[in-house]
Structure formats: structure tokens, C-alpha cells
């Protein structure tokens, strides 16, 4: 048995061999993400499809989903966070970063994907790249200071 090309550790055919073949359904919007990036190395793309939100699918390049998919050398998946997405939630996120060679070039793919799943079956939905974005709470002018010194912001930091 081979190793799956999700980077799960596990075996392709306890992993995501049986949600290719359709004999299981991706219980997470992780277990989701990995079996599409895995569909990539195997040229599924018939299951890249059929994991698109149906009211997206329409917008679904084949040719250019098999061209990319057999002319990249796939060299490995990071996934970098996770938000929701697991077997009880509705929507999740998984930012991820896709190592991969191109006409001899090696790029990355950095997507913050958001998943949706419907009738107990996740979806892609979309993706930002690069980078899933940063917040922080604004702190008010007269809240205390984050950095601890027991001051109001406005007479510590904020000035």
C-alpha cells in the first residue's frame, strides 16, 4: 500500500482513496481539502467537481483543472489552520499551502479555502489566496493598555 499524497501518514486506500472512489464521504472540511489536493496527483477530476458547491460548479474549467493537474509535480501539502469544519459543524476554513513544480518552476499555492457542508456532504466553496487575514480587537482610548503597565491606552501606547 501506498502512502496517501495528503501527507495524513496514512494509507491511500484508508485515506482518500474511498472518498475518490465514492465509497465513503470526508467527515471534516480538512478531510475534504486533503482529498481534493490528493484528487490533483491522481487526476481526478471528476471528484474535484462533484466537491464543488453545486451553484459554483458551473464556473468549473475542466480543461484547464487536467491540464494543471497533470503537468504539475505535485511535492507536498501543509495545512496551516483549521476554523469549524468538523463532522457537527455546517461551515468550516482551512488555510493550506500546495508545493508544486510547473514547466520546471516550483510554486506555491497558499489558499484560505471555506468549506460548507449540506445534507451531511462538505463542499468547496472558495478561497482567498495567500495568507488567511489577521485581527485583533481595536483597543479604545480609555480601555486599559494591552501591554500590561496598568495605564489607559491613550496615556500609554495610544498617544
Known sequence: MSQCHCGSARAYEDCCGPYHAGTALPP??????????????????????????????????????EQWARDSKWQGLEVRWTEAGGPEDDTGKVEFVARFNFEGKDYLHHETSRF???????????GAMGPRPRTADKVGRNDP??????????????A
Open 116 to 126: 460548507e457542508k449540506r445534507d451531511g456532504r462538505w463542499y468547496y466553496v472558495d
Open 28 to 65: 471534516t472540511a480538512e478531510a475534504l481539502m486533503r482529498s481534493r489536493y490528493s484528487a490533483f496527483i491522481v487526476h481526478n477530476i471528476d471528484y474535484l467537481q462533484s466537491t464543488l458547491l453545486p451553484e459554483t460548479a458551473e464556473d468549473f474549467n475542466r480543461e484547464e483543472t
Open 145 to 158: 493598555c494591552p501591554c500590561g503597565s496598568g495605564k489607559k491606552y491613550k496615556k500609554c501606547h495610544g
